[in-house]
C-alpha cells in the first residue's frame, strides 16, 4: 500500500501563497502518476492538477492554470502544489492522489489518497 499525508494547508488571503506538500511512503512514489484534486462543501471533487512519475509531464485544470504549480521530488518522496494568487473559490479540502496508471488511461489503475488538508481563502 502507498501511505500519502498532505500538509500546508491554512488560512489565507485572497492573492496570498500556500505550499502544500504531500509525503509518500510504503512503496516506490516514483512509479507513480500523481496528482492534486480539492472539494469545496456541496461541491463534487475537482480535479486541479497532476504530474508524471517522473515529474516530465503536468497537466491543470481550468480555473488554476497559471496560478498553481505542481512539483515533485522523487528522491524525498514528495508531491508538491505552489498556488498563488489565491481566490476565495479556492477555498476547499486539498487532497493528494497517486495512481500507478498515468491520469487519462482507461485501464485499471490501483489509486490512492491522502486524508485531505483545508485551505480557506478569505476576501
Known amino acids: 500500500q502507498l501511505q500519502l499525508v498532505e500538509s500546508g494547508g491554512g488560512l489565507v488571503q485572497a492573492g496570498g501563497s500556500l505550499r502544500l506538500s504531500c509525503a509518500a511512503s510504503?512503496?516506490?512514489?516514483?512509479?507513480?502518476?500523481a496528482g492534486w484534486f480539492r472539494q469545496a462543501p456541496g461541491k463534487e471533487r475537482e480535479f486541479v492538477a497532476s504530474i508524471s512519475s517522473i515529474g516530465g509531464s503536468t497537466n491543470y485544470g481550468d480555473s488554476v492554470k497559471g496560478r498553481f504549480t505542481i512539483s515533485r521530488d522523487n528522491a524525498k518522496n514528495t508531491l508538491y502544489l505552489e498556488m498563488n494568487s489565491l481566490r476565495p473559490e479556492d477555498t476547499a479540502v486539498y487532497y493528494c492522489?497517486?495512481?500507478?496508471?498515468?491520469?487519462?488511461?482507461?485501464?485499471?489503475?490501483?489509486?490512492?489518497w491522502g486524508q485531505g488538508t483545508q485551505v480557506t481563502v478569505s476576501s
Open positions: 492522489n497517486a495512481r500507478s496508471r498515468p491520469y487519462g488511461s482507461r485501464l485499471p489503475t490501483d489509486d490512492y
Open positions: 510504503g512503496r516506490t512514489f516514483s512509479s507513480y502518476a
